[in-house]
């Protein structure tokens, strides 16, 4: 590399580190904004069902249903109501008074003393498709717990003599937050990267600056380096202060490589840093620029990344789209680093999209900067 083209690198990033130093909007956007969003969504999303309004119909008080209705009082995810009738359960089910109710019959006391399996009657609001299956589930083991103890101080076998032990593997504790942390840095990492360069080029061009530069001997590809480099690293900053977060905040174990994980989001943020210069090269407005990288960038990684909604269950033309969202390859990176460790077999092939998706991005916004005018 010549000499003049080092120095003018040299002046052109020095110029760039000293107006993120007086403008402490790019700051807030690298540290502040990564903080507060996940803190946000951490704590505010959750796809767990916890203290479930769960009424319980007994037409006939006995010790076995109100040892079965125990079963709800001790458990973390129901706070359980009874009700003396099915007709008063299911007019405060209608009311949304309660999220379901269970209903035990007259016979249910009779039958179990009989030996016979008595039947429960399960309803539930099924207006949250997602909640009606959590709730769903959740009664169902609820169930199947209080039976086999039932039996089992009963010395009767069990009818279905198969003992089911589940291992879960990666997350045990079957928590969504250890699940969606991971996605949340990525998401939000894609909004942080894409803004910190949509709004530069577009700043130089309100102010005037970018013509004064154009009559110097620089060249498009030295303004567009200077302007990557500084905010790299700003970014990679927002990326430690989110993962300190997510380890330290949320207890989300982080079982992968650290180097691994750096490598990973060095190339996540180059190709979100060339998405924001992309936009601002060919915005030139910074409050355009912005309304771009918040509608192209982050609804995308939100809705698109398999952050939240499986891909897999997409219609087949959105599942072909997300191949074109960044944020889907560090979403399966993080959440692999995070919960399964340094899985090649999965981190290989999303750590070369990332690098295909950085070159194109990169690419493109080299293609759009003209030194011109017009």
Same mark, same amino acid.
């Given at each position: 590399?010549?000499?003049? +083209?080092?120095?003018?690198? !040299?002046?052109?990033?020095?110029?760039?580190?000293?107006?993120?130093?007086?403008d402490?909007?790019?700051?807030?956007?690298?540290?502040?904004?990564?903080?507060?969003?996940?803190?946000?969504?951490?704590?505010?999303?959750?796809?767990?069902?916890?203290?479930? $309004?769960?009424?319980?119909a007994?037409?006939?008080?006995?010790? @076995?249903?109100?040892?079965?209705?125990?079963?709800?009082?001790?458990s973390?995810?129901?706070?359980p109501?009874?009700?003396?009738?099915?007709?008063?359960?299911?007019?405060?089910? *209608?009311?949304? $008074?309660?999220? %379901?109710?269970?209903?035990l019959?007259?016979d =249910?006391?009779?039958?179990?003393?009989?030996?016979?399996?008595?039947?429960?009657?399960?309803?539930?609001?099924?207006?949250?498709?997602?909640?009606a299956?959590?709730?769903?589930?959740?009664v169902?083991?609820?169930?199947?717990?209080?039976?086999?103890?039932?039996?089992? @101080?009963?010395?009767?076998?069990?009818?279905?003599?198969?003992?089911?032990?589940?291992?879960?593997? =990666?997350?045990p504790?079957?928590?969504?937050?250890?699940?969606?942390?991971?996605?949340?840095?990525?998401?939000?990492?894609?909004?942080?990267?894409?803004?910190? #360069?949509?709004? +530069?080029?577009? !700043?130089?061009?309100? !102010?005037?600056?970018?013509?004064?530069?154009?009559?110097?001997?620089? #060249?498009?590809?030295e303004i567009?380096?200077? $302007?990557?480099?500084?905010?790299?690293?700003?970014?990679?900053?927002?990326?430690?202060?989110?993962?300190?977060?997510?380890?330290?905040? =949320?207890?989300?174990? /982080?079982?992968?490589?650290?180097?691994?994980?750096? /490598?990973?989001?060095?190339?996540?943020?180059?190709?979100?840093?060339?998405?924001?210069?992309l936009?601002?090269?060919? *915005?030139?407005?910074?409050?355009?620029?912005?309304?771009?990288?918040?509608?192209?960038?982050? /609804?995308?990684?939100?809705?698109?990344?398999?952050?939240?909604? &499986?891909? %897999?269950?997409?219609?087949?033309?959105? $599942?072909?789209?997300?191949?074109?969202?960044? @944020?889907r390859? =560090?979403?399966?990176?993080?959440?692999?680093?995070?919960?399964? %460790?340094?899985?090649?077999?999965?981190?290989?092939?999303?750590? /070369?999209?990332?690098?295909?998706m950085?070159i194109v991005?990169? %690419?493109a916004?080299?293609?759009? @900067?003209?030194?011109?005018? &017009?």
């Amino acid at each position: 590399m010549k000499a003049g +083209v080092v120095m003018r690198l !040299r002046g052109l990033i020095r110029k760039e580190s000293l107006q993120i130093l007086r403008d402490p909007s790019s700051i807030a956007i690298a540290f502040l904004l990564p903080a507060i969003l996940l803190l946000l969504f951490g704590y505010g999303v959750s796809l767990d069902a916890r203290h479930i $309004k769960l009424g319980i119909a007994v037409e006939q008080p006995s010790a @076995a249903a109100s040892s079965f209705t125990t079963e709800f009082s001790n458990s973390v995810y129901f706070d359980p109501r009874v009700f003396s009738t099915a007709d008063a359960a299911q007019t405060a089910l *209608a009311q949304e $008074k309660i999220d %379901g109710f269970v209903w035990l019959q007259s016979d =249910f006391a009779r039958r179990l003393a009989a030996g016979q399996d008595p039947s429960i009657g399960v309803y539930v609001n099924g207006v949250d498709a997602n909640n009606a299956r959590i709730i769903e589930n959740y009664v169902q083991q609820s169930w199947a717990i209080w039976r086999s103890s039932q039996l089992a @101080a009963s010395g009767a076998k069990d009818p279905i003599p198969i003992a089911i032990e589940p291992r879960i593997w =990666f997350n045990p504790a079957v928590s969504s937050r250890d699940y969606l942390v991971p996605g949340l840095i990525a998401v939000i990492m894609t909004l942080t990267g894409a803004l910190l #360069t949509a709004l +530069v080029i577009a !700043r130089e061009w309100e !102010r005037g600056t970018m013509e004064a530069l154009m009559v110097t001997r620089v #060249t498009m590809l030295e303004i567009l380096i200077s $302007k990557v480099l500084p905010y790299f690293f700003l970014g990679l900053g927002g990326m430690v202060v989110a993962v300190i977060i997510a380890v330290f905040l =949320f207890h989300v174990p /982080l079982h992968g490589s650290i180097l691994v994980l750096t /490598l990973s989001a060095s190339l996540f943020m180059l190709a979100s840093l060339g998405m924001g210069l992309l936009i601002s090269t060919i *915005a030139k407005n910074q409050f355009v620029a912005g309304q771009i990288a918040i509608i192209t960038t982050f /609804l995308p990684a939100f809705i698109l990344s398999g952050f939240i909604f &499986d891909i %897999g269950s997409m219609p087949w033309p959105i $599942k072909v789209f997300t191949h074109i969202v960044a @944020a889907r390859y =560090f979403v399966a990176i993080l959440q692999s680093l995070f919960l399964a %460790g340094t899985v090649w077999s999965v981190i290989l092939p999303n750590f /070369l999209a990332l690098v295909v998706m950085a070159i194109v991005f990169l %690419g493109a916004a080299r293609l759009a @900067a003209r030194k011109r005018l &017009d």
